[in-house]
C-alpha cells in the first residue's frame, strides 16, 4: 500500500501540479522496485481506464518523469540565472555610482586628508542550531544544551551522528535537517562522510 504522503506527490505529479522538490522525492521513491509495481497498480486503479493501462510502460513514464523534471530544473536554473545577473549588474552599477562620488572630491582636489579606519574583525560564527523534520511531520530544535537519541542517530545539540542501519530494516525514512538564519550544523554520516550545513540551508 501506497504511503499517504508519496500518494499525495503521484497525485500532484499525475494533475501537473508536483513541485521540483516533490518529483525528486517520487524519483527516488520509484527506484524501488516494489515501489514501481504499487506505481503502476495505484495509476491502474485510480486514473487510467482499463484499455490504456494494458499497454501501461512504467519505464516509459519514469523516461518521462525524468525528462520533465529536467525540464524543471533547467527553467528554475534559468530564472536563478537571471535573478543573479540582475543582482550583479544593480552591484557593479552600485559600485561605479559611489566609487564615482567618492573620487570626486579626490579627482578635484588637491590636499586629501585620510583618516584612518577601523575595521571591526571580530564577525561572530554562526551558532549551532536546526530543526530536524521526522517522518510524521514532528519537529525537534536541535541546539546548544539539546540533546536527541534514537536508535540509528544521537545529537548532543551541536551535531547529529548517524550510525550503521540495522540490514533488516525494510522501510526507508526521510528527515529533514533545515538550518536557521545565523546557524550552522554538522552532520555525520552513516559512512562517515561529515557534512557541514551552512545558514538558511537544508
Known sequence: MIDKKIENIVTKFLTHQASVIEMEQLDVWLQNVENER????????????????????????????QKLMDEEKRTVRLQKMRRIIGYATAAVVTGLLVTGYFLKDSVFTRTVETKPRIVNKNIERGSDKATLTLEDGSHVVL?????????NARSNGEEIVYGAAESNIVKVVYNFLTVPRGGQFHL???DGTEVWLNSESQ
Open 38 to 65: 504499487l506505481f503502476g497498480d495505484y495509476v491502474q486503479t485510480n486514473y487510467a481506464i482499463e484499455h490504456e493501462m494494458r499497454q501501461f510502460d512504467t519505464h516509459k513514464l519514469k523516461t518521462g518523469l
Open 143 to 151: 541546539g546548544k544544551g539539546t540533546s536527541y537519541n534514537t536508535q
Open 188 to 190: 555525520v554520516l552513516s
